[in-house]
Protein backbone atom coordinates (compact mmCIF):
# COMPACT_ATOMS: atom_id res chain seq x y z
CA UNK A 1 0.00 0.00 0.00
CA UNK A 2 1.26 3.33 -0.57
CA UNK A 3 2.11 5.32 1.80
CA UNK A 4 2.43 9.05 2.79
CA UNK A 5 4.12 9.75 6.03
CA UNK A 6 4.50 13.13 8.48
CA UNK A 7 8.17 13.80 8.67
CA UNK A 8 8.23 13.95 12.38
CA UNK A 9 6.00 11.93 14.13
CA UNK A 10 7.11 12.01 17.92
CA UNK A 11 4.10 14.09 18.54
CA UNK A 12 1.71 11.23 18.43
CA UNK A 13 -0.97 13.10 20.00
CA UNK A 14 -0.43 15.68 16.97
CA UNK A 15 -0.67 12.74 14.52
CA UNK A 16 -3.41 10.78 12.90
CA UNK A 17 -3.78 7.84 10.26
CA UNK A 18 -5.37 7.13 7.76
CA UNK A 19 -6.47 4.38 5.15
CA UNK A 20 -8.35 5.87 2.13
CA UNK A 21 -10.36 4.00 -0.13
CA UNK A 22 -11.04 5.23 -3.11
CA UNK A 23 -14.59 4.01 -4.82
CA UNK A 24 -15.86 5.04 -8.02
CA UNK A 25 -19.29 5.97 -8.73
CA UNK A 26 -20.14 2.10 -9.67
CA UNK A 27 -18.94 1.28 -5.92
CA UNK A 28 -15.74 -0.75 -7.09
CA UNK A 29 -12.34 0.64 -5.56
CA UNK A 30 -10.39 2.61 -7.75
CA UNK A 31 -7.57 0.81 -8.35
CA UNK A 32 -4.40 1.79 -9.58
CA UNK A 33 -5.40 5.72 -10.31
CA UNK A 34 -3.25 8.27 -9.73
CA UNK A 35 -3.30 10.37 -6.58
CA UNK A 36 -2.34 13.96 -5.14
CA UNK A 37 -2.31 14.69 -1.57
CA UNK A 38 -2.10 18.50 -0.17
CA UNK A 39 -2.71 19.27 3.42
CA UNK A 40 -4.43 22.39 3.68
CA UNK A 41 -4.71 23.40 7.40
CA UNK A 42 -3.37 22.72 10.92
CA UNK A 43 -5.76 21.49 13.52
CA UNK A 44 -3.68 23.00 16.26
CA UNK A 45 -4.47 26.98 16.16
CA UNK A 46 -1.16 28.93 14.63
CA UNK A 47 -3.09 32.51 15.89
CA UNK A 48 -2.22 35.94 15.91
CA UNK A 49 -3.42 39.45 16.30
CA UNK A 50 -5.69 40.40 12.60
CA UNK A 51 -6.17 44.35 14.32
CA UNK A 52 -3.75 45.72 11.50
CA UNK A 53 -5.89 44.02 8.63
CA UNK A 54 -9.33 45.50 9.76
CA UNK A 55 -9.23 48.91 7.35
CA UNK A 56 -7.72 46.20 4.45
CA UNK A 57 -10.78 43.90 4.69
CA UNK A 58 -13.53 47.09 4.75
CA UNK A 59 -11.19 48.58 1.92
CA UNK A 60 -10.38 51.48 3.75
CA UNK A 61 -6.47 50.59 2.84
CA UNK A 62 -5.05 48.39 0.14
CA UNK A 63 -1.87 49.87 0.31
CA UNK A 64 0.62 47.66 -1.52
CA UNK A 65 2.36 47.65 1.36
CA UNK A 66 -0.63 46.25 3.91
CA UNK A 67 -1.59 43.92 1.78
CA UNK A 68 2.08 42.29 1.14
CA UNK A 69 1.85 42.21 4.75
CA UNK A 70 -1.55 40.57 5.13
CA UNK A 71 -0.44 37.48 2.50
CA UNK A 72 3.00 36.91 4.93
CA UNK A 73 0.60 37.37 7.88
CA UNK A 74 -1.80 34.60 5.92
CA UNK A 75 0.75 32.49 4.77
CA UNK A 76 2.21 31.31 8.36
CA UNK A 77 -1.10 31.84 10.72
CA UNK A 78 -4.52 30.00 10.61
CA UNK A 79 -6.43 31.48 13.57
CA UNK A 80 -7.04 35.09 14.24
CA UNK A 81 -7.97 37.22 17.27
CA UNK A 82 -10.39 40.55 16.60
CA UNK A 83 -10.73 43.14 18.96
CA UNK A 84 -14.00 43.88 20.66
CA UNK A 85 -12.39 46.49 23.15
CA UNK A 86 -15.71 48.19 24.12
CA UNK A 87 -14.07 51.80 24.39
CA UNK A 88 -12.93 51.20 21.04
CA UNK A 89 -15.92 49.25 19.21
CA UNK A 90 -18.40 51.22 21.23
CA UNK A 91 -16.86 54.97 21.60
CA UNK A 92 -20.68 56.08 21.46
CA UNK A 93 -23.53 53.95 23.34
CA UNK A 94 -25.99 52.50 20.41
CA UNK A 95 -23.35 52.60 17.63
CA UNK A 96 -20.94 49.49 17.55
CA UNK A 97 -18.38 48.76 15.01
CA UNK A 98 -20.28 45.80 13.63
CA UNK A 99 -19.96 46.21 10.04
CA UNK A 100 -16.44 46.87 10.16
CA UNK A 101 -15.78 43.83 12.31
CA UNK A 102 -18.03 41.96 10.35
CA UNK A 103 -15.99 42.58 6.66
CA UNK A 104 -13.22 41.56 9.06
CA UNK A 105 -14.62 38.57 10.20
CA UNK A 106 -15.93 37.42 6.46
CA UNK A 107 -12.25 38.16 5.09
CA UNK A 108 -10.51 35.97 7.33
CA UNK A 109 -13.26 33.32 7.27
CA UNK A 110 -12.83 33.26 3.31
CA UNK A 111 -9.22 32.65 3.59
CA UNK A 112 -9.12 29.74 6.46
CA UNK A 113 -8.52 31.56 9.82
CA UNK A 114 -10.40 29.84 13.02
CA UNK A 115 -10.97 33.23 14.90
CA UNK A 116 -12.07 34.46 18.25
CA UNK A 117 -13.10 37.67 19.74
CA UNK A 118 -11.43 39.41 21.88
CA UNK A 119 -12.91 40.02 24.70
CA UNK A 120 -16.20 39.99 25.81
CA UNK A 121 -16.22 41.62 29.63
CA UNK A 122 -13.00 43.03 30.71
CA UNK A 123 -12.35 46.00 32.98
CA UNK A 124 -10.23 48.05 30.90
CA UNK A 125 -10.74 50.04 27.78
CA UNK A 126 -14.33 50.44 28.56
CA UNK A 127 -16.00 53.68 27.69
CA UNK A 128 -16.47 56.98 29.57
CA UNK A 129 -20.50 56.10 28.64
CA UNK A 130 -20.57 52.66 30.68
CA UNK A 131 -18.60 54.29 33.52
CA UNK A 132 -20.68 57.03 34.31
CA UNK A 133 -24.04 54.22 34.58
CA UNK A 134 -25.35 53.05 37.89
CA UNK A 135 -24.48 49.85 38.71
CA UNK A 136 -27.75 48.03 37.56
CA UNK A 137 -27.61 49.35 34.15
CA UNK A 138 -23.67 48.90 33.65
CA UNK A 139 -24.71 45.09 34.67
CA UNK A 140 -27.54 45.16 31.85
CA UNK A 141 -25.75 46.87 29.85
CA UNK A 142 -22.92 44.43 29.26
CA UNK A 143 -25.30 41.34 29.35
CA UNK A 144 -26.76 43.30 26.31
CA UNK A 145 -23.25 44.17 25.01
CA UNK A 146 -22.51 40.06 24.95
CA UNK A 147 -25.67 38.75 23.64
CA UNK A 148 -25.88 41.33 20.84
CA UNK A 149 -21.86 40.73 19.56
CA UNK A 150 -22.22 36.92 20.10
CA UNK A 151 -25.38 37.04 18.09
CA UNK A 152 -24.23 39.01 15.65
CA UNK A 153 -21.29 37.30 14.75
CA UNK A 154 -22.43 33.97 15.59
CA UNK A 155 -21.38 31.61 12.81
CA UNK A 156 -18.16 33.91 12.17
CA UNK A 157 -16.99 34.18 15.42
CA UNK A 158 -18.03 31.58 17.74
CA UNK A 159 -14.88 31.85 19.97
CA UNK A 160 -14.40 34.13 22.52
CA UNK A 161 -12.30 35.12 25.74
CA UNK A 162 -16.07 35.27 27.55
CA UNK A 163 -14.05 36.72 30.73
CA UNK A 164 -10.28 39.04 30.75
CA UNK A 165 -8.11 38.94 33.46
CA UNK A 166 -10.95 38.44 36.39
CA UNK A 167 -8.29 37.93 39.04
CA UNK A 168 -7.69 41.49 39.41
CA UNK A 169 -10.90 42.76 38.28
CA UNK A 170 -12.53 43.66 41.41
CA UNK A 171 -9.58 45.01 42.84
CA UNK A 172 -8.03 47.03 39.88
CA UNK A 173 -6.93 50.61 40.82
CA UNK A 174 -4.98 51.69 38.06
CA UNK A 175 -8.33 53.32 36.50
CA UNK A 176 -12.02 54.02 37.48
CA UNK A 177 -14.36 51.93 36.08
CA UNK A 178 -17.66 50.57 35.96
CA UNK A 179 -16.94 47.09 35.41
CA UNK A 180 -14.26 46.81 38.38
CA UNK A 181 -17.21 48.54 40.67
CA UNK A 182 -19.48 46.12 39.49
CA UNK A 183 -16.79 43.13 40.36
CA UNK A 184 -16.39 44.52 43.64
CA UNK A 185 -19.84 44.01 44.36
CA UNK A 186 -21.11 40.87 42.69
CA UNK A 187 -17.84 39.39 42.91
CA UNK A 188 -15.50 37.13 40.45
CA UNK A 189 -17.53 34.11 40.26
CA UNK A 190 -21.21 36.02 39.50
CA UNK A 191 -19.01 37.85 36.68
CA UNK A 192 -18.22 35.10 35.10
CA UNK A 193 -21.25 33.43 35.47
CA UNK A 194 -22.42 36.57 33.61
CA UNK A 195 -20.16 36.38 30.89
CA UNK A 196 -20.17 32.93 30.07
CA UNK A 197 -23.68 32.38 30.41
CA UNK A 198 -25.06 35.12 28.57
CA UNK A 199 -22.76 34.24 25.44
CA UNK A 200 -23.68 30.44 26.07
CA UNK A 201 -27.75 30.87 25.45
CA UNK A 202 -27.24 33.47 22.97
CA UNK A 203 -24.73 30.94 20.68
CA UNK A 204 -25.36 27.51 22.41
CA UNK A 205 -22.12 26.49 19.89
CA UNK A 206 -19.91 28.75 21.17
CA UNK A 207 -16.76 28.09 22.61
CA UNK A 208 -15.58 30.13 25.49
CA UNK A 209 -12.37 30.91 27.21
CA UNK A 210 -10.98 32.00 30.48
CA UNK A 211 -8.29 34.23 30.35
CA UNK A 212 -5.41 35.62 32.46
CA UNK A 213 -2.20 37.13 32.93
CA UNK A 214 -1.98 36.08 36.56
CA UNK A 215 -0.92 32.37 36.35
CA UNK A 216 -0.66 32.29 40.38
CA UNK A 217 -2.74 30.20 42.89
CA UNK A 218 -5.20 32.58 42.35
CA UNK A 219 -6.20 31.90 38.66
CA UNK A 220 -6.23 28.42 40.10
CA UNK A 221 -9.02 28.89 42.93
CA UNK A 222 -10.94 31.19 40.41
CA UNK A 223 -10.73 28.10 37.82
CA UNK A 224 -11.92 25.61 40.85
CA UNK A 225 -14.46 27.69 42.39
CA UNK A 226 -15.90 28.13 38.63
CA UNK A 227 -16.28 24.45 37.67
CA UNK A 228 -18.09 23.56 41.80
CA UNK A 229 -20.06 26.10 41.06
CA UNK A 230 -20.94 24.79 37.40
CA UNK A 231 -19.32 27.19 34.60
CA UNK A 232 -19.22 25.69 32.08
CA UNK A 233 -15.26 26.66 30.70
CA UNK A 234 -14.30 25.22 27.11
CA UNK A 235 -10.59 26.34 27.43
CA UNK A 236 -8.38 28.06 29.68
CA UNK A 237 -6.30 30.41 28.51
CA UNK A 238 -2.60 31.52 29.78
CA UNK A 239 -0.85 34.49 29.17
CA UNK A 240 2.53 34.51 28.88
CA UNK A 241 3.46 38.38 27.15
CA UNK A 242 7.68 38.20 27.77
CA UNK A 243 9.00 41.55 27.00
CA UNK A 244 11.18 40.82 30.33
CA UNK A 245 12.90 37.83 28.41
CA UNK A 246 11.85 33.86 27.46
CA UNK A 247 10.91 32.96 31.06
CA UNK A 248 12.06 28.84 29.12
CA UNK A 249 10.33 25.64 28.52
CA UNK A 250 11.01 23.65 31.79
CA UNK A 251 9.10 27.12 33.62
CA UNK A 252 6.10 27.11 30.65
CA UNK A 253 5.53 23.89 30.33
CA UNK A 254 5.00 24.19 34.57
CA UNK A 255 2.78 26.56 33.94
CA UNK A 256 1.03 24.59 31.24
CA UNK A 257 0.88 21.07 33.39
CA UNK A 258 -0.86 23.08 36.32
CA UNK A 259 -3.32 24.21 34.42
CA UNK A 260 -3.72 21.10 32.36
CA UNK A 261 -5.37 19.32 35.62
CA UNK A 262 -8.51 20.48 35.47
CA UNK A 263 -9.10 18.48 32.15
CA UNK A 264 -9.71 21.72 30.02
CA UNK A 265 -7.79 22.27 26.76
CA UNK A 266 -5.26 25.08 27.27
CA UNK A 267 -4.72 28.31 25.36
CA UNK A 268 -1.39 30.59 25.30
CA UNK A 269 -3.69 33.27 24.09
CA UNK A 270 -1.17 36.39 24.24
CA UNK A 271 2.46 35.15 23.86
CA UNK A 272 5.40 37.77 23.02
CA UNK A 273 8.72 37.83 22.63
CA UNK A 274 11.12 40.90 21.99
CA UNK A 275 13.85 40.93 19.23
CA UNK A 276 15.80 44.16 21.06
CA UNK A 277 16.69 45.05 24.52
CA UNK A 278 15.20 43.24 27.24
CA UNK A 279 12.46 45.10 29.70
CA UNK A 280 14.18 45.30 33.35
CA UNK A 281 12.76 42.48 35.47
CA UNK A 282 11.92 44.84 38.34
CA UNK A 283 8.83 45.96 35.89
CA UNK A 284 5.93 44.50 37.74
CA UNK A 285 2.76 46.13 35.38
CA UNK A 286 4.60 45.95 31.92
CA UNK A 287 2.64 48.71 31.18
CA UNK A 288 4.64 51.28 33.15
CA UNK A 289 7.30 51.04 31.08
CA UNK A 290 7.46 53.84 29.06
CA UNK A 291 10.78 54.54 26.42
CA UNK A 292 11.22 56.96 23.74
CA UNK A 293 11.70 54.14 21.12
CA UNK A 294 12.38 50.55 21.57
CA UNK A 295 14.08 49.59 18.48
CA UNK A 296 14.71 45.84 16.78
CA UNK A 297 18.62 44.60 17.01
CA UNK A 298 20.21 42.32 15.44
CA UNK A 299 21.44 40.20 18.15
CA UNK A 300 17.87 41.05 19.71
CA UNK A 301 16.89 39.47 16.18
CA UNK A 302 19.00 36.18 16.51
CA UNK A 303 17.47 35.48 20.29
CA UNK A 304 13.79 35.97 18.91
CA UNK A 305 14.04 32.96 16.47
CA UNK A 306 16.02 30.34 18.60
CA UNK A 307 13.34 31.80 21.27
CA UNK A 308 10.17 31.40 18.88
CA UNK A 309 11.63 28.05 18.02
CA UNK A 310 12.09 26.57 21.40
CA UNK A 311 8.69 27.77 22.87
CA UNK A 312 6.23 26.62 19.77
CA UNK A 313 8.29 23.08 20.01
CA UNK A 314 7.86 23.16 23.59
CA UNK A 315 4.25 24.21 23.18
CA UNK A 316 3.23 21.89 20.60
CA UNK A 317 4.81 18.96 22.98
CA UNK A 318 1.88 18.95 25.21
CA UNK A 319 -0.94 17.39 24.76
CA UNK A 320 -3.29 19.76 26.45
CA UNK A 321 -2.26 22.71 24.47
CA UNK A 322 -4.89 23.31 21.58
CA UNK A 323 -3.60 26.94 20.17
CA UNK A 324 -0.69 29.43 20.50
CA UNK A 325 -1.63 33.13 19.72
CA UNK A 326 0.95 35.85 19.37
CA UNK A 327 0.00 39.22 20.09
CA UNK A 328 1.98 41.37 17.17
CA UNK A 329 2.67 40.57 13.73
CA UNK A 330 4.33 43.70 12.82
CA UNK A 331 6.55 45.58 14.95
CA UNK A 332 4.65 48.97 13.60
CA UNK A 333 1.94 49.84 16.22
CA UNK A 334 2.37 47.04 18.25
CA UNK A 335 1.44 47.08 21.77
CA UNK A 336 4.13 48.92 24.22
CA UNK A 337 6.25 50.14 21.34
CA UNK A 338 8.15 46.64 21.82
CA UNK A 339 10.05 44.84 19.22
CA UNK A 340 7.89 41.92 19.31
CA UNK A 341 6.97 41.33 15.38
CA UNK A 342 7.79 38.58 13.00
CA UNK A 343 8.30 41.69 10.55
CA UNK A 344 9.92 44.76 11.31
CA UNK A 345 8.25 48.18 11.21
CA UNK A 346 9.24 48.65 7.22
CA UNK A 347 7.53 45.30 6.47
CA UNK A 348 10.89 42.99 6.18
CA UNK A 349 10.91 39.41 7.84
CA UNK A 350 12.84 38.95 10.67
CA UNK A 351 14.53 35.38 11.59
CA UNK A 352 11.65 34.51 13.48
CA UNK A 353 9.40 34.38 10.50
CA UNK A 354 11.40 32.08 8.95
CA UNK A 355 12.05 30.17 11.71
CA UNK A 356 8.19 29.38 12.63
CA UNK A 357 7.76 29.04 9.31
CA UNK A 358 10.25 25.65 8.99
CA UNK A 359 8.08 24.27 11.81
CA UNK A 360 4.46 25.31 10.97
CA UNK A 361 5.05 24.72 7.17
CA UNK A 362 8.10 22.64 7.27
CA UNK A 363 9.21 20.34 9.76
CA UNK A 364 5.30 19.74 10.86
CA UNK A 365 3.41 19.79 7.10
CA UNK A 366 3.40 17.20 4.44
CA UNK A 367 4.27 18.84 0.92
CA UNK A 368 1.89 18.16 -1.85
CA UNK A 369 2.70 14.16 -3.15
CA UNK A 370 1.57 12.05 -6.06
CA UNK A 371 1.08 8.46 -5.97
CA UNK A 372 -1.13 5.93 -7.10
CA UNK A 373 -3.97 3.48 -5.18
CA UNK A 374 -3.09 0.35 -4.75
CA UNK A 375 -5.12 -2.68 -6.07
CA UNK A 376 -7.70 -2.41 -3.58
CA UNK A 377 -8.32 1.33 -4.71
CA UNK A 378 -6.18 2.49 -1.11
CA UNK A 379 -3.22 4.20 -0.01
CA UNK A 380 -1.97 4.96 3.39
CA UNK A 381 -1.82 8.72 5.25
CA UNK A 382 0.06 9.32 8.56
CA UNK A 383 -0.64 13.11 8.79
CA UNK A 384 -0.28 16.25 11.20
CA UNK A 385 -4.13 16.14 12.25
CA UNK A 386 -5.99 18.83 9.82
CA UNK A 387 -7.44 19.18 7.11
CA UNK A 388 -6.32 17.38 3.08
CA UNK A 389 -7.42 17.97 -0.25
CA UNK A 390 -7.03 14.57 -1.75
CA UNK A 391 -7.29 14.31 -6.01
CA UNK A 392 -7.99 11.18 -6.79
CA UNK A 393 -8.74 9.97 -11.04
CA UNK A 394 -9.33 14.18 -10.66
CA UNK A 395 -11.83 14.78 -8.76
CA UNK A 396 -10.11 16.50 -5.04
CA UNK A 397 -12.34 15.94 -2.02
CA UNK A 398 -11.31 17.46 1.76
CA UNK A 399 -10.32 15.09 4.09
CA UNK A 400 -10.01 15.48 7.83
CA UNK A 401 -7.66 14.02 10.32
CA UNK A 402 -9.43 14.53 13.64
CA UNK A 403 -7.48 12.38 16.01
CA UNK A 404 -4.64 10.40 17.11
CA UNK A 405 -5.01 6.88 15.71
CA UNK A 406 -6.58 4.96 12.72
CA UNK A 407 -9.33 6.11 10.71
CA UNK A 408 -10.94 4.65 7.29
CA UNK A 409 -11.70 7.39 5.05
CA UNK A 410 -13.16 7.03 1.67
CA UNK A 411 -13.16 9.42 -1.16
CA UNK A 412 -15.57 8.99 -4.48
CA UNK A 413 -14.14 9.99 -8.00
CA UNK A 414 -14.39 8.69 -11.64
CA UNK A 415 -11.73 5.76 -13.31
CA UNK A 416 -9.58 7.42 -16.16
Known sequence: MWTISAKNTEYGHRVGHAVVTCIGADEAPLADQPVTIRQVNHDFLFGNIGFDFIDLATGEDTSEATTQLAEDYLALFNATTLPFYLARFEPERGRPDTERLLAAARYFVERGHVLKGHPLVWHTQTPPWLNSLPLPEVEATLRGRIRRDVGDFAGLIDMWDAINEAVIMPVFTAEENGVTKLAYVKGRLDMMRLAFEEARATNPQAYLLLNDFDLSTGYECLIEGALEAGIKIDAIGLQTHMQQGYRGEAELLDKVEKFARYGLPIHLTETTLVS????????????????????????????????????????????????????????????????????????????????????????????????????????????????????????????????????????RGTAE
Open 276 to 411: GELMPRHIVDLNDFQVPSWPTTPEGEERQADEMVRHYTSMVSHPAVKAVVYWGFTDANAWLGAPMGFVRADGTHKPSYDALSSLVKGEWWIPETVGRTDADGQFSLTGWLGTYDVTVAGTTHRIHLSQPGRLTVEV
